[in-house]
């Protein structure tokens, strides 16, 4: 994890096409400026970022459920649910299923534990659009560095 | 209840529940941007709600191009009265499918 960038999914485990399903892994940096702030002396993964690593796995989701012809935006996160604490050095694994494919929005459930335990999770819903401009090969190249592509026998 | 009422009843549900709209504002006449201020997020949200409710996927992509490209007056699609009638339709042919 690159918390500052906002790169959140260190590697696809699992892509399972037919069943809607994925499976990531995030490794918590042991130092980064965000603990510094949350919370001096005693520092925890923001429930923000633990939100954004599960909309993170759930893009790639849905990214690789389209084939990349659209590029899915949150647009709603329901029902989350933090249910422990985590903090520096932490390996996550994260999982995400698609709930159900809409005609230009698409709905996740995501989750993330820690050596077995249930850390979080959450309903996403995303709109998905056209790739802005320039937007789509970096988000393949993204992708591709993670093993979403190389994992989806292109 | 007429299948017409049926539809309209679920779909008016729905609407009040997502929106956060008076259940007694929903009429089949509504138009369910310019009367009841339903923006796109929520109208996708409500859309969500439709497509579990139903069993359907409402195309909402299609219907989009189609007024954005004046082929179709968005009442067609945005009037709860005929959104209901699409929403039966696409019951009828998802039945005449299984």
Known sequence: ?154 | MSNETATFDRVADIIAETADIPRDKITPESHAIDDLGIDSLAFLDIAFAVDKAFGIKLPLERWTQEVNEGKVPAEEYFVLKNLCARIDGLVAEKAAKA
């Open chain 1, 1 to 154: 994890m690159r918390l500052e960038y906002f790169e959140m999914i260190d590697s696809v485990v699992r892509l399972d096409r037919a069943a809607g399903r994925i499976e990531a892994r995030a490794l918590v940096p042991d130092a980064s400026p965000v603990f510094e702030g949350h919370f001096p002396g005693h520092p925890l993964v923001p429930g923000v970022l633990l939100t954004e690593t599960m909309a993170q796995a759930s893009g790639y989701l849905v990214l690789a459920h389209l084939d990349f012809a659209q590029m899915p935006f949150l647009m709603a996160v329901d029902k989350a649910r933090f249910r422990s604490f985590v903090g520096p050095g932490a390996a996550l694994d994260i999982t995400a299923s698609l709930e159900h494919d809409g005609s230009g929005y698409a709905v996740t459930r995501a989750a993330i534990r820690h050596e077995g335990k249930a850390l979080c999770d959450a309903e996403l819903r995303f709109r998905t659009m056209p790739f802005p401009a320039g937007l789509d090969a970096p988000m393949r190249e993204r992708a591709r560095k993670i093993g979403l592509i190389d994992g989806t026998a292109e």
